[in-house]
């Protein structure tokens, strides 16, 4: 359970950073969204890198709850952490694709 877990940590930080790097500025000729509603109304809340943050700190909250409690059967727990070890894996997958085709650094610079 531990490695699902640390593997949901590795992809949403990689899933995070991919995102800021997309979105934290305009690019030219491209009109560049978040794909996930509750995400994108989050940004549109508080803000890209507080929405990220805030992303973030609730995703570390539900990674303990789930490694501590004993009020969620271990399959079951399996089953969440794969599911967005998955669909975080895919959004940083896309990301890596639009961050090529934007013509922008992975590593955040201009």
Request: proline letters at 5%; glycine letters at 8%.
């Amino acid at each position: 359970m531990r490695i699902l877990a640390l593997l949901t940590l590795f992809l949403t930080a990689a899933d995070h950073w991919t995102t800021f790097v997309c979105l934290r500025q305009p690019v030219a000729g491209w009109d560049v969204t978040e794909a996930n509603p509750i995400s994108d109304w989050l940004f549109a809340t508080l803000g890209l890198v507080p929405g990220l943050l805030f992303d973030s700190v609730v995703t570390l909250g539900a990674i303990a709850f789930l490694l501590t409690t004993d009020l969620v059967p271990p399959l079951a727990k399996g089953l969440i952490f794969t599911t967005v070890v998955g669909w975080t894996g895919y959004a940083v997958l896309n990301n890596f694709q639009a961050i090529a085709a934007l013509g922008l650094s992975p590593l955040g610079a201009a």
